[in-house]
């Protein structure tokens, strides 16, 4: 799959189709017009923020992103987006879908700034940034950006996308895109030397096997480990329990069974955890739940 390239693919569908109703309040006829629902889509850090009723994109999730939802109802569904005019084309459908799915990438597009004060800025806002944003702020909280050609230079020799996760923010994610199959625990023992910026990595359809997930479990700061289909097991998954900001696993396609369910019952920080496809009995499953009420389980 191509890489969506958001400022030329996706950025001129919310221009000809969103942005008159989703972009900066200004004036007309001597009234002031916000923006509906409080979205606006004029700026990479606005799309982000979402609207009053929370995030629109949900990174790696269409079906979870209400952004992508609106777009694809019926076209007399009242709530379809764009609400006047001929629906998206399944092709403008599609791109807003992939993107989304390959991770919510802006590339250098920035869009407008003001109204929101972006991670680690302070400025003029009209409202406060989401919970799940402010905790990023933390994690970034001492950290000075680590060096383009650094990131660069290891994006071009790891067949790995690496890329801040936001303007201004020294976190970073990693991510395969293609050829999984290249990336093994050679690569990402490499990736020490990222991994306190590193709060997002996806290895799924990748090599590694337990002996990446020694390393892995040294990065502080990682909240979102995706690891489907991947050769880990649950010796390597009883590595990660003490990591201190993890909230989202993905251990969906992989052969750990429920004995890593009773090594994650060690994991206080976990929100999410995807585990279809695995050898899990779904009675454990019913009793890591019972057991972990606030955790959502995905199978």
Not at 109 to 115: D, E, I, R, S, Y
Not at 127 to 142: C, M, S, T, V
């Amino acid at each position: 799959m191509a890489v969506i390239d958001f400022e030329k693919q996706v950025l001129p569908i919310f221009q000809d189709r969103c942005m008159e109703c989703h972009k900066a309040p200004f004036e007309q006829n001597g009234r002031v017009k916000k923006p509906k629902a409080g979205l606006r889509l004029d700026g990479a850090s606005h799309i982000v923020a979402g609207s009053e009723d929370g995030p629109v994109v949900v990174v790696d999730h269409p079906s979870q992103s209400s952004l992508y939802q609106r777009v694809i109802l019926p076209s007399n569904d009242d709530d379809i987006m764009p609400p006047k005019g001929d629906p998206l084309s399944f092709s403008e459908q599609e791109l807003i879908r992939k993107w989304i799915a390959q991770g919510v990438d802006f590339g250098r597009w920035v869009g407008a700034t003001g109204g929101v004060r972006q991670l680690g800025v302070t400025g003029p806002a009209v409202h406060e940034l989401p919970k799940y944003l402010l905790f990023y702020d933390r994690l970034a909280n001492g950290l000075t950006p680590l060096e383009p050609s650094r990131l660069t230079d290891f994006q071009l020799n790891s067949s790995l996308i690496v890329r801040s996760i936001g303007k201004q923010n020294p976190l970073i994610e990693v991510r395969v895109v293609t050829d999984g199959g290249k990336i093994n625990d050679q690569v990402i023992l490499r990736l020490s030397g990222l991994g306190n910026h590193l709060t997002h990595l996806d290895l799924r359809n990748s090599s590694i096997t337990n002996e990446s997930l020694s390393t892995i479990s040294s990065f502080k700061n990682l909240s979102k480990l995706n690891i489907r289909a991947t050769g880990v097991e649950d010796d390597g998954i009883a590595r990660l329990i003490k990591m201190p900001n993890l909230k989202s696993l993905n251990l969906s396609e992989t052969k750990v069974s429920s004995k890593s369910l009773k090594s994650l019952l060690l994991l206080s920080s976990l929100e999410e955890l995807s585990i279809w496809n695995c050898q899990i009995p779904e009675s454990e499953i019913a009793d890591y739940k019972k057991a972990k009420p606030l955790v959502k389980v995905n199978f």
